[in-house]
């Protein structure tokens, strides 16, 4: 499973940015997808998460009401709605996934993952 990650950039506070991430793969429907990101000198953390059938999904608290996780099975894309924007949010974002369809909250718990977007959010 390759993955690559892409959209983000520089936004205002308070601004928007949508991330892709595509990926390869027939069974692309049955993988569970997650978001996960890591900001300078800190650890990598769970965004959000979404089942293969994209009808279960979670969010971290900390993003929760401002970020949506979708999914298009027919483009292979799994897509990460940011709004309501804080610097707080300034990090490299990776989408990872789980063939199997399991989804978690766990770096360890996706064992393919994409090379990261930087989103950075001016003040």
């Known amino acids: 499973v390759q993955l690559q990650a892409f959209g983000g950039g520089l936004v205002q506070t308070g601004g928007s940015v949508r991330l892709s991430c595509a990926a390869s793969?027939?069974?692309?429907?049955?993988?569970?997808m997650g978001w996960f990101r890591q900001a300078p000198g800190k650890e990598r953390e769970f965004v959000s998460q979404i089942s293969g059938s994209g009808e279960t999904t979670s969010y971290a608290d900390s993003v929760k009401g401002r970020f949506t996780i979708s999914r298009d099975n027919a483009k292979n894309t799994v897509y990460l709605q940011m709004n309501s924007l804080k610097p707080e949010d300034t990090a490299v974002y990776s989408c990872?996934?789980?063939?199997?369809?399991?989804?978690?909250?766990?770096?360890?718990?996706?064992?393919?993952w994409g090379q990261g977007t930087l989103v950075t959010v001016s003040s």
């Open positions: 793969g027939r069974s692309f429907g049955s993988y569970g």
């Open positions: 990872a996934a789980e063939p199997s369809g399991r989804v978690g909250v766990l770096v360890f718990e996706y064992p393919y």
